[in-house]
T-cell receptor, first 114, second 113 residues
Framework: DGGITQSPKYLFRKEGQNVTLSCEQNLNHDAMYWYRQDPGQGLRLIYYSQIVNDFQKGDIAEGYSVSREKKESFPLTVTSAQKNPTAFYLC?????????????FGPGTRLLVL | GESVGLHLPTLSVQEGDNSIINCAYSNSASDYFIWYKQESGKGPQFIIDIRSNMDKRQGQRVTVLLNKTVKHLSLQIAATQPGDSAVYFCAAIGDSGYSTLTFGKGTMLLVSP
């Protein structure tokens, strides 16, 4: 069964704590993306990666970090510098960056601050 | 830059009616448009797409219309069913090589039995 998985489904963060959201895909896609979704808002791009060991900042990268050590994995770390982290986080992938229109989304992770 | 928006935050229809969800975009260079459906607590699902060299594209029960003159696109859902209840997003991509998708805020479609 091919697809994108995100874990956990819900994540709680304490003040001052870094947390990491997992995103894995077995679609053999080169490009991966992280979006943030707030109530009543469209998806906003945090980071994207065109290929392994490469990633670029999106529109709202401050307070976040990523890595792309493997093609299948694109974890997102929400650092303590992100002052308003409560949101629904969506990971997506596409065959390559030029084919962004064929982005496939994971089920999302909801991050809540304690 | 690109901004993408939808005209109505909520659309309520009766089961069996046709639904029309609208979207406006700002960048006249946008050459590709996508509609996504997002059910509560889930990730967006691709519904249908259209390129700027087309005015209309049909899928199963869905049709997307593109009016480049007024930079407007719409999603039409025929014979709307309760299972169609969800938030619908339009997204646009420009033509500058590695342009990223810009998403609208979404319209909530509520289908009453």
């Amino acid at each position: 069964d091919g697809g994108i998985t995100q874990s956990p489904k819900y994540l709680f963060r304490k003040e001052g704590q870094n947390v990491t959201l997992s995103c894995e895909q077995n679609l053999n896609h080169d490009a991966m993306y992280w979006y943030r979704q707030d109530p009543g808002q469209g998806l906003r791009l945090i980071y994207y990666s065109q290929i392994v060991n490469d990633f670029q900042k999106g529109d709202i990268a401050e307070g976040y970090s990523v890595s792309r050590e493997k093609k299948e994995s694109f974890p997102l770390t929400v650092t303590s510098a992100q002052k308003n982290p409560t949101a629904f986080y969506l990971c997506a992938s596409s065959p390559e960056i030029a084919d962004q229109e064929t982005q496939y989304f994971g089920p999302g992770t909801r991050l809540l601050v304690l | 830059g690109e901004s993408v928006g939808l005209h109505l935050p909520t659309l309520s229809v009766q089961e069996g009616d046709n639904s029309i969800i609208n979207c406006a975009y700002s960048n006249s260079a946008s050459d590709y448009f996508i509609w996504y459906k997002q059910e509560s607590g889930k990730g967006p699902q691709f519904i249908i797409d259209i390129r700027s060299n087309m005015d209309k594209r049909q899928g199963q029960r869905v049709t997307v219309l593109l009016n480049k003159t007024v930079k407007h696109l719409s999603l039409q859902i025929a014979a709307t069913q309760p299972g169609d209840s969800a938030v619908y997003f339009c997204a646009a991509i420009g033509d500058s090589g590695y342009s990223t998708l810009t998403f609208g805020k979404g319209t909530m479609l509520l289908v009453s039995p």
